[in-house]
């Protein structure tokens, strides 16, 4: 499996399937036709930022800009604008950010109806170094695919990344390392989203993230342990200290707020139908050192509806079972692992496996990447 420039998984042209149809062609390739622009009435009020759970995305992982991406590289800025003016009624297929705005919506639409006053919601966010004059292709789009995205930053060539903090940004998706480490610099959850070359069917009523656990939702202190003294350290470690909470990961937080909304639901009565279901796909065993993560998150007051410790066991087969969203890993061998299986997986680049690189690999998470 190779990334190519624009930092996806080798998608082999706009070959978007989903498991049980029968014709290999997706639902949403049509999307490519010609469409009148229009604006959609009626939708529901934004909430205010400071309310809201902010989830700020690119332009090139909520839609499909490859095509777009070759021109800017191969033909530079002022071909590429022209081209999507030129190109403005024409949408742009979605890309492996938009399921999971799609579900972030439908909990969005059932959080309204238990608590309409309430401004506890997903706010999507399309954040974006694109000149100005691309926004009315990603307007037309948006409308299009009828996506509730009212708020847009377009920098204009510049980085996005300082206007993060303003927009109480609780996770970024990206599809450029620079920005995503610039961001994680910031105190800010992100994450590199690549594209499998065939996705999944997910579902489309029940938000599904799926997290790895050292590095991600915790510190990168055991494995800093495992990689500096061997495994057989690292269990010994975790047992001595199996009741000592670990220091929190750059997903934390995001989980943090999943779960305030999980209790909402909770509070109804609808634990069992929650619309938000939380993964912990890690690699680390459950009877060696399974404890402490598990205390950790106790300690921390916060739940994970499911666990899977797999003690080493490839993480690709379980995740094609869960079908989640979004996935988080910090380790590029998880990531390509689960997008061999259609899952839509991100590259978290924190912590102490990212300075370490095997003998006669390449750094995989630096390629060239605009937008």
Known sequence: MNLNNGQSLNVGGQDFTKNGGNSSRAPWE???????????????????PENAITIAVSSRVLFNMEKEQQIYEQQGMEEYIKYQVEHE?????????????????????????????????????LMTNNHANVGLRLINTINHHQLFIERFCMTGGNSPIGYLKAYHTNLYLSADPVKVREALAEGIAAAIMFTPEKMKEVSDTQLRVAFDGDAVLFSDESERICKAHGLDKFFEHEKAHENKPLDHGPLKGFLEVLGKLQKKFYGKGQRMDCPIRTYLVTARSAASSGTRALKTLRSWGLEIDEALFLAGAPKGPMLEKIRPHIFFDDQ????????????????????IAQRVVKKGTKDKETPNASK
Do not use: W
Request: net charge negative.
């Open 332 to 351: 590029m061998f998880h990531v390509e692992g689960a997008a061999e299986m259609g899952t839509v997986a991100c590259h978290v680049p924190y912590g």
């Open 89 to 125: 009624t024409e949408p742009f297929s979605p890309g492996p950010a938009f399921s999971f705005v799609k579900a972030l919506e439908a909990v969005n639409a059932k959080l309204r109806e238990l608590y309409p006053e309430s401004e506890e919601l997903f706010d999507v966010v």
């Open 30 to 48: 049509d999307a490519r036709t010609v469409l009148r622009p229009s604006t959609p009435t009626r939708k529901p009020k934004s909430p205010k």
